[in-house]
C-alpha cells in the first residue's frame, strides 16, 4: 500500500516538473519571438533614449543615436546632445530585456529605452510602447 502512494507521489511530481518546464520554455520561446523588429506604419518611428529623470508619467530623456551591432551582441547606443520629454500615456506597455510586458512604473533614470512613436494628426509624436533595451 505505501509502494503504490510513492509511486502515484513520484510520477505527480515528475508530470508537474514536467508541465513546469514546458511553461518557462514557452515563455522564453516567446520572449525571443517578440524581441522581433515590429514593422513601421506609416507615420511611425522608432526613437532609442536615456532616461534622465522621471515623475509619475513625465520623462525627460537624452536622444540615443544606436550604433552598429559588436560582436558580443551588447547592441552600442551612443548619447547624442538631443534631449527631450514625453508623457507617457496610461495603458502604455512596456517591455522589459526579458519579454515581461508591464507599466510605466517600471521605469527608472538611466533606463535605456526605446519607443515606437506615432504623428498625430497635429504632427506631434504620441508614445505607442516602450521597450527597456539596458
Known sequence: MAKKYIV???????AAAGVG???LWQKHVFAAQE???PVLENGQSFRYAKITS???NEMQYAVLEPQTQTQDKSGAYA???ETGQMQIPVGTQVETKLGTVT???????GDRIKMLLQKDDSGSDVLLKI???E
Open 35 to 37: 524581441g522581433q523588429e
Open 103 to 109: 507599466t510605466f512604473s517600471r521605469l527608472a533614470g
Open 54 to 56: 522621471i515623475s509619475g
Open 79 to 81: 548619447e547624442t546632445d
Open 8 to 14: 502515484l507521489f513520484a510520477v505527480v511530481f515528475l
Open 131 to 133: 521597450w527597456i533595451v
Open 21 to 23: 518546464t514546458c511553461v
